[in-house]
């Protein structure tokens, strides 16, 4: 287990965003040490900014470009890996979300979300079309299709959730920190000695119990030195690209095959495990698994035996939605929209958060290699077959809100 990131969520003004980056930076470079010190690496140490529109509301989305070039120098000279700068929602002007192409193609360290969905206003059904075209052209700003990593649709998201491309901060309120949690090694040791599925699962919490009071005594103590409230940890399970700390290996263990029947059942009994243990908490706290970074994820998926509809399956039962998805780089719009849809639909229905980082890689197509095996946290994969998309002449096709009831306790 290791600190994939502590995220201080932050406000920062479109004049002068120095200071509170410098605060966010001191803090961060104090606190990494303090974990490492009590026997916890820390991967990265990242900012999350309340959403980039309302930054730019005195100027407008022309300026967009320029403010994220300064926030990327600003963050590389006091040390910050990783910045996001919150969701453009459907309330917006369009152009923002038209923005983010180039403010991604511009940068090399800033994240960016587009909020397709929420319970007050429903799925915004011109934004899922447009935020697919976004993905598209982001797509292609690199041969390698790479840099559709620091973008994201979400849906149902609230701030405070420490992982990236998700994280933002709630306009106006004081700065805090939070932690995400690379964890689903836990699950692997968890699952090897265990001699029935409910001890598994017994297992897994105890692990997570036991971690997770690690952390926060010591970011309790860190809130009180530094002044700023903990909000909370992100014990999603997240994998890395070996089979020793892969989520999906960890679902196996259990006896089924992903793609295959019974995998639901065993994405439940690691969901059971996590929700039994007692930790203070934020953002998802959900399956994750994200077919590129994780080895077992990337084979089967590179088999074709784990599809996009399995994904999508996995996240009904508490997941984090769709992550590191590759797909062809022709993939359509209505393809891309459909997908988005689904999530949407589902994040709103069963009133969980949910995103979605679709990944087409430009000049691939179903079966190839996505020829990214350079990237350090990626394993070798293959390129997924897209599904079919909506079709242009249907309802769904339409603009305006489509508006998902919660599910009613019967």
């Given at each position: 287990m290791i600190?994939r990131s502590?995220?201080v969520?932050t406000?920062?003004?479109?004049a002068?965003?120095?200071v509170?980056l ?5 803090f ?8 490492e010190a009590?026997?916890v690496?820390?991967?990265t140490r990242?900012?999350?900014t309340q959403?980039f529109p ?5 100027v407008?989305?022309g300026?967009a470009v ?6 990327q120098?600003?963050?590389?000279s006091y040390?910050i890996d990783y910045l ?5 929602h ?8 038209e923005?983010i192409v180039d ?10 979300s ?6 007050a206003?429903?799925?915004?059904l011109?934004?899922v079309?447009?935020?697919?075209r ?7 700003l690199s ?5 559709t ?5 979400t849906a149902?998201c ?15 309120a004081?700065?805090?920190f939070a ?9 692997i040791?968890?699952?090897r000695?265990?001699?029935t ?8 919490t105890?692990l997570v119990?036991?971690?997770?009071g690690?952390l926060?005594a010591?970011?309790t103590?860190?809130?009180?030195e530094f002044?700023i ?5 992100d014990?999603?399970l997240a994998p890395f690209?070996?089979?020793?700390i892969s989520?999906?290996?960890a679902?196996e263990?259990?006896?089924v095959?992903l793609?295959?029947?019974g995998?639901?059942a065993?994405a439940?009994?690691?969901m059971?495990a996590?929700?039994a243990a007692?930790?203070p908490?934020?953002?998802?706290n959900g ?12 084979a089967r998926?590179?088999?074709?035996q784990?599809?996009t509809?399995?994904?999508l399956?996995y996240?009904?039962l508490?997941?984090?939605g769709?992550?590191?998805?590759p ?7 209505e393809a891309?929209a ?6 949407a639909?589902?994040?709103?229905r ?19 290699s996505?020829g ?11 390129v ?18 489509l ?8």
């Amino acid at each position: 287990m290791i600190v994939r990131s502590i995220t201080v969520f932050t406000n920062l003004s479109l004049a002068d965003p120095e200071v509170v980056l410098a605060k966010a930076a001191n803090f961060l470079h104090s606190a990494a040490p303090t974990f490492e010190a009590a026997g916890v690496a820390v991967q990265t140490r990242r900012v999350a900014t309340q959403p980039f529109p309302r930054i730019l509301a005195p100027v407008g989305p022309g300026l967009a470009v320029a403010y994220a070039t300064r926030l990327q120098e600003l963050a590389l000279s006091y040390g910050i890996d990783y910045l996001a700068l919150g969701p453009a929602h459907a309330a917006d002007d369009p152009d923002y979300v038209e923005a983010i192409v180039d403010m991604i193609d511009r940068t090399e360290s800033l994240f960016f979300s587009v909020s397709i969905a929420d319970a007050a206003r429903g799925i915004d059904l011109a934004l899922v079309r447009r935020t697919a075209r976004v993905v598209q052209r982001v797509s292609r700003l690199s041969e390698n299709g790479l840099r559709t990593l620091f973008l994201a649709a979400t849906a149902n998201c609230q701030p405070g959730a420490p992982f990236f491309p998700v994280a933002y901060h709630e306009d106006g309120a004081p700065m805090q920190f939070a932690l995400a949690i690379q964890a689903a090694d836990l699950a692997i040791e968890a699952f090897r000695e265990a001699t029935t599925v409910n001890d598994a699962a017994e297992r897994l919490t105890r692990l997570v119990n036991e971690a997770a009071g690690k952390l926060s005594a010591t970011a309790t103590s860190l809130a009180r030195e530094f002044d700023i409230a903990f909000g909370g940890i992100d014990f999603s399970l997240a994998p890395f690209p070996r089979d020793e700390i892969s989520l999906g290996g960890a679902m196996e263990r259990l006896g089924v095959s992903l793609g295959g029947s019974g995998a639901a059942a065993a994405a439940a009994v690691i969901m059971t495990a996590l929700d039994a243990a007692r930790f203070p908490r934020a953002g998802f706290n959900g399956l994750m698994l994200p077919v590129l970074e994780d080895s077992v994820l990337a084979a089967r998926a590179a088999a074709g035996q784990l599809t996009t509809t399995d994904l999508l399956l996995y996240s009904a039962l508490c997941g984090t939605g769709l992550d590191t998805v590759p797909l062809p780089g022709d993939t359509g719009q209505e393809a891309l929209a459909g997908i988005l849809l689904d999530v949407a639909a589902l994040a709103l229905r069963l009133n969980k958060p949910l995103t979605a980082r679709l990944m087409p890689l430009p000049g691939k197509g179903p079966g190839e290699s996505c020829g990214l095996e350079d990237f350090p946290y990626f394993a070798p994969g293959r390129v997924m077959a897209p599904p079919r998309g909506l079709t242009s002449d249907g309802l769904l096709s339409q603009e305006g809100a489509l508006h998902i009831l919660p599910r009613q306790a019967s």
